[in-house]
């Protein structure tokens, strides 16, 4: 798709038109944000100093023109006052002209994980213009990665919140996107204060997979003990990690021989917690 638009592009002529007379899409596909806003300011320092190195890419839309690629360069150029900017003016359908706008963020990567899921979902479900496979091929990228990103979109705010923040990695968040909703707090809260890796939240899924099985044969009360179980092995296993993570902290920020005291101290916890794990899941094979 990029060679592509390089060859279409390759003949086209350069025009200066009136930035009164561009209009922002409609199919927009970055927010709003202070950060965007932050690079526009900072984009607009350097063609203060430099000149615009490229032009942007229009479209003629009823009697106006439309970017296609280029909105922080015209937003830059607006807030220095220009009256006029170096423009390629094509002629482009909605799709095209969206697909453009993808390619060319993508390529300069300017475009964190949600907002590249929004726009792939807009372009599979809302606008319908094909499917996860044909997508993929127009922008470069692997059937995977689109379906990736659109599957972000089905996880709650707060953990979207955290990605955005960069406290969650789109590697850990892809794994919580199955798991109940208090399951997801859970394993958010031990992914950040623990820094748990993207093996580590596997293996904690596992054990709550395997927890969760209760045989149709056991009675009402047995069911609700077996859940209190489950989630008391869960959360001991979290609390090894969270020794693991003390302990690694420990040997890191003192001395070996001032370490030694309060990491053997940790070990023994560390030990009884192991073992509190194997009697609660003995308890619960036992129901």
């Known amino acids: 798709m990029y060679k592509e638009l390089e060859n279409r592009l390759a003949d086209s002529v350069v025009e200066n038109v009136e930035i009164r007379l561009i209009r922002t899409s409609r199919y927009s596909i970055r927010h709003n944000t202070e950060l965007e806003m932050n690079k526009i300011k900072e984009l607009a320092s350097s063609i203060q100093q430099h000149g615009l190195l490229q032009p942007i890419l229009v479209r003629p839309v009823e009697h106006e023109l439309e970017v296609v690629a280029g909105h922080r360069r015209l937003h830059a150029c607006k807030s220095l006052r220009w009256r006029t ?3 390629i003016i094509r002629e482009l359908n909605d799709k095209e ?4 706008q993808l390619v060319e963020n993508i390529q300069r990567q300017t475009l964190d994980p949600l907002e590249e899921a929004e726009a792939f979902s807009k372009y599979v479900m809302e606008y319908g213009w094909g499917g996860v496979t044909e997508l993929a091929k127009r922008i470069g990228k692997s059937e ?3 379906s990736h990103r659109i599957q972000l979109l089905r996880l709650p705010d707060s953990i979207k919140q955290e990605i955005n923040k960069g406290r ?5 968040a892809l794994e919580l996107v199955n798991l109940s909703p208090s399951i997801q707090e859970k394993m958010v809260d031990a992914i950040i204060q623990d820094r748990l890796s993207v093996k580590a939240v596997r293996e904690l899924k596992k054990l709550e997979s395997e927890e969760s099985y209760i045989s149709d044969r056991r009675t009402y009360i047995n069911e609700k003990k077996i859940r209190i179980l489950k989630k008391t092995i869960i959360a001991l296993k979290l609390t090894l990690y969270r020794l693991d993570s003390l302990i690694e902290e420990t040997k890191k920020t003192l001395e070996p021989d001032e370490a030694v005291t309060i990491t053997n101290t940790l070990m023994r916890i560390r030990l009884t917690v192991h073992n509190l794990i194997d009697e609660a899941i003995k308890a619960k094979h036992d129901l």
Not at 97 to 100: D, K, Q
Not at 168 to 172: Q, T, W
């Open 168 to 172: 969650l990695s789109v590697s850990h």
């Open 144 to 146: 995977e990665y689109v």
């Open 85 to 87: 900017i170096p423009c």
């Open 97 to 100: 002209a969206y697909e453009i």
